[in-house]
């Protein structure tokens, strides 16, 4: 059965316009999977902790050498990746912020990226020092930003750090089968955001056939 992960990462709520594409897929994605199962998982507004040092201590001790206390330190973590295996497609709802992506959404990733078990190290390897360890994952990634010319030719192509970076991640983890809908203006406004959002929706519309 397919099943969906539906990830918020904005801090707004009703003004979010990440959170309306989330919603416009999600409204598609019923559709076409009549029988699938949705699972959100909200970081925008319930953030989840940063790794600590007791975090790091844990996930480099080997499962069977794990005490107690090292098991509940990584019990969200576990949570979180088993959660994400589940997962056949993923849909991520993200704004732009200062160039990248929100700070919940990077500590989600330093949560569920782990060595042994949903990536793993092998150095000299052309293009990726990474074999992920998640496989058949299809992921949509819903980007807004506030401004514009970030995206691939234009003005401030080099300063997003959003996308590429959001990219190479998911291929840390094994996700290559990624699908991209873009959009700018939100803080500006006027015909050219009218015309962005008409594009954006009409891009999602489409995602899914
Ligand atoms: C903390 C913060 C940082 C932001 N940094 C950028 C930025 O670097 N570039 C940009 O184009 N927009 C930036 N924005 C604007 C957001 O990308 C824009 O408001 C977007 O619509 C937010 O997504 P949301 O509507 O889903 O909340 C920033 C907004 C916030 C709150």
């Known amino acids: 059965m397919e099943q969906l992960l539906v990830i918020n990462t904005s801090p707004q709520r009703s003004a979010s316009y990440s959170r309306q594409m989330t919603e416009r897929f999600v409204r598609s994605w019923r559709i076409r999977?009549?029988?699938?199962?949705?699972?959100?998982?909200?970081?925008?507004?319930?953030?989840?902790?940063?790794?600590?040092?007791?975090?790091?201590?844990?996930?480099?001790?080997?499962?069977?050498?794990?005490?107690?206390?090292?098991?509940?330190?990584?019990?969200?973590?576990?949570?979180?990746?088993?959660?994400?295996?589940?997962?056949?497609?993923?849909?991520?709802?993200?704004?732009?912020?200062?160039?990248?992506?929100?700070?919940?959404?990077?500590?989600?990733?330093?949560?569920?990226?782990?060595?042994?078990?949903t990536t793993r190290l092998v150095p000299g390897t052309p293009g990726s020092p990474y074999a992920g360890l998640l496989h058949d994952k299809k992921a949509y990634l819903l980007l807004v930003r506030g401004g514009h010319g970030y995206e691939e030719d234009g003005a401030y192509a080099h300063m997003n750090f959003q996308e590429p970076y959001l990219r190479a991640v998911l291929g840390m983890l094994g996700i290559h089968d990624i699908t991209t809908v873009n959009l700018e203006y939100t803080a500006i406004g006027g015909g050219q955001f009218d015309d962005a959002v008409k594009r954006a929706n009409l891009c999602i519309d489409a995602l899914l056939g």
């Open 33 to 117: 999977y009549p029988s699938g199962e949705i699972v959100y998982r909200e970081l925008g507004n319930q953030p989840i902790p940063h790794v600590d040092e007791r975090w790091v201590e844990a996930a480099f001790t080997p499962s069977e050498a794990r005490n107690p206390q090292q098991k509940d330190v990584l019990a969200l973590s576990d949570e979180l990746v088993s959660e994400l295996k589940q997962a056949t497609q993923l849909v991520i709802g993200c704004p732009m912020h200062n160039l990248s992506v929100p700070s919940t959404l990077k500590a989600y990733i330093d949560q569920t990226v782990r060595m042994g078990v």
